[in-house]
């Protein structure tokens, strides 16, 4: 790719531990050369893995990506619980974790599989009343933050490991991978998992390893795309990420001018659906209205 070309499109980046999802942006403006850059769904500093980002007119794709399920590989300590729910933060409590069996982890697993009720961390990027979570937290002010519904559709443990804590503490180190829905914590996973055994736990290690169809095959390190700018086009990045649908250039302008048209029953209730024209350019987001299609964003 030329130097003097801004991209447009999907940038799947591998991102380093120690940075902040706003970190990469600011990385990626100066990589690509444009103020336009902006990402779907944060990454904690501590974790490493997928974080899509989108350059130039992909940016207006991203709002919907942000909302399609994730996968995640992660360590989660049983025996200490942290001011931050990860390896971040200060250690608050410990307990002997040894005597915990597998069939008591599973059984704790179980509770917090599928449709759940979860408390994000006091140190997450929430805003409650106006204010970032984290920021009250700072301040030792006291709040509370609501429960959310959110869906765990696999918690699975592949390993526990017998370690012992620098405090002398005897725990387990549990390697877990999970699939979930948007604005999942899985550090709350950590926490919860450990008040449930009644030992305490949290996260040590977090990547990220999908984000709706973008794997971790596909990401680049921020190294890598110094060297070589790798960008999906905004067409192919659409057309994996939501279903699509066909029109006629009659059709087409239609929608490009905001015109809702008879939309395909097909595509009731799916949510944004990807509209190309007989040339196979991508025209719009689109999703169903009663019965019409109601342009998301418009991209031709």
Request: one cysteine or more; proline letters at 4%; aromatic letters at 4%.
């Amino acid at each position: 790719m030329s130097s003097t070309t801004t991209p447009d499109g999907l940038v799947i980046v591998d991102k380093p531990s120690g940075f902040t999802s706003h970190d990469v942006v600011a990385k990626m403006r100066g990589i690509a050369r444009t103020r336009r850059v902006g990402h779907a769904g944060t990454l904690d500093p501590m974790a490493t893995g997928v974080l899509v980002l989108g350059v130039e007119r992909a940016t207006k794709l991203l709002g919907h990506l942000a909302l399609t399920e994730k996968e995640y590989l992660g360590t989660i300590r049983l025996g200490q619980d942290t001011l931050t729910d990860d390896a971040e933060g200060e250690i608050t409590s410990s307990a002997d974790a040894s005597k915990i069996t597998r069939e008591a982890i599973d059984e704790g697993i179980a509770k917090l599989s599928g449709d759940i009720m979860q408390v994000p961390s006091k140190v997450s990027a929430i805003k409650i009343d106006g204010k970032r979570s984290y920021a009250r937290a700072r301040k030792g002010e006291e709040f509370e933050i609501p429960a959310r519904p959110v869906t765990i559709s696999a918690f699975t443990v592949y390993d526990v490991r017998d370690a012992v804590a620098e405090d002398g503490t005897p725990v387990l180190d549990l390697v877990v991978s999970v699939v979930c829905s948007s604005g999942t914590y899985i550090r709350a996973l950590a926490r919860d998992l450990g008040a449930d055994l009644g030992v305490g736990g949290h996260l040590t290690a977090l990547r990220r390893t999908r984000v709706g169809p973008y794997k971790l095959d596909a990401a680049k390190t921020l190294d890598q795309l110094q060297e070589e700018l790798t960008v999906m086009p905004v067409a192919e990045a659409a057309e994996r990420a939501f279903p699509r649908w066909d029109v006629d250039d009659k059709r087409g302008r239609l929608l490009l001018n905001g015109v809702r048209i008879d939309m395909p029953e097909e595509y009731a209730g799916v949510g944004a659906v990807a509209v190309f024209d007989a040339q196979g350019r991508f025209l719009v987001l689109a999703e169903e209205s009663r019965g019409k299609a109601k342009s998301l964003a418009v991209f031709a």
